[in-house]
């Protein structure tokens, strides 16, 4: 079983419509769970980042932790064709002080069409 | 402010020769990270560095592998007698002194024929 689960996709959408994002996690150790946008050939660009369970919202973007369910989410209300991207979901833990080592998802990749 | 820079975005070499990736970390960030995405796969740390110190190299293949980050001038990745297994983007990372969160570079494509 892997660390992080992530479906790949891919998943195609009308414009303005409500997107959900998803990773389970084995590990229960995850304390730090972020969501990063990739656009093609370009590195990973932060989006959320949420400490430990509960909401967290910005904008149109909202990240959702369960640690009970070990499962996360991220939601894009009022989808634009530039949010059409590769998704990363990561998780690290507090190791030493410092919780740099992320562990990735697959990605999801997301068209928002127009 | 400029960004992670990462030299070259695209790089090919034949099996047995050497690659050498750049990283240059973003203004005031002392501390990089190196990712490897293999295709189909996602981002899996490799290494982690400070100037002049290898903090944690937990991700590292065993041989071929190594990474520096010198006191003056961009962090290295040295990939000795490539493999066509190692062709993968190869990401670089860099973060401040107080830890918050890592800033990608674009990347660099390698690719093994």
């Known amino acids: 079983q892997k660390e992080v689960e992530q479906d790949p996709g891919p998943l195609s959408v009308p414009e303005g419509a409500i997107v959900s994002l998803n990773c389970t996690y084995s590990n229960s150790a995850f304390q730090y769970f972020m969501w990063y946008r990739q656009y093609s050939r370009k590195g990973p660009e932060l989006l959320m980042y949420t400490y430990s369970s509960g909401n967290k919202e910005d904008g149109r973007f909202t990240a959702q932790v369960d640690k009970s369910s070990k499962y996360i989410s991220l939601f894009i209300r009022d989808s634009q064709p530039s949010d059409s991207a590769t998704y990363l979901c990561?998780?690290?833990?507090?190791?030493?002080?410092?919780?740099?080592?992320?562990?990735f998802g697959k990605g999801t990749l997301l068209t928002v069409n127009p | 402010n400029a960004g992670v820079m990462q030299n070259p975005r695209h790089l090919v070499r034949r099996r047995g020769q050497e690659a050498r990736l750049r990283c240059s970390p973003m203004k005031g960030h002392s501390h990089v990270y190196w990712y490897r995405q293999l295709p189909e796969e996602g981002l899996k740390f490799m290494v982690y560095l400070q100037k002049e110190n290898i903090i944690d190299e937990s991700g590292m293949p065993k041989e071929r592998f190594s990474a520096e980050f010198p006191k003056e001038g961009p962090s290295i990745l040295r990939i000795q007698q490539v493999v066509r297994g190692d062709s993968a983007a190869y990401f670089c990372a860099s973060s401040p002194p107080i830890y918050n969160e890592q800033f990608f570079g674009p990347g660099t494509r390698l690719t093994v024929l």
């Open positions: 990561a998780m690290s833990w507090n190791s030493g002080g410092s919780n740099y080592k992320l562990t």
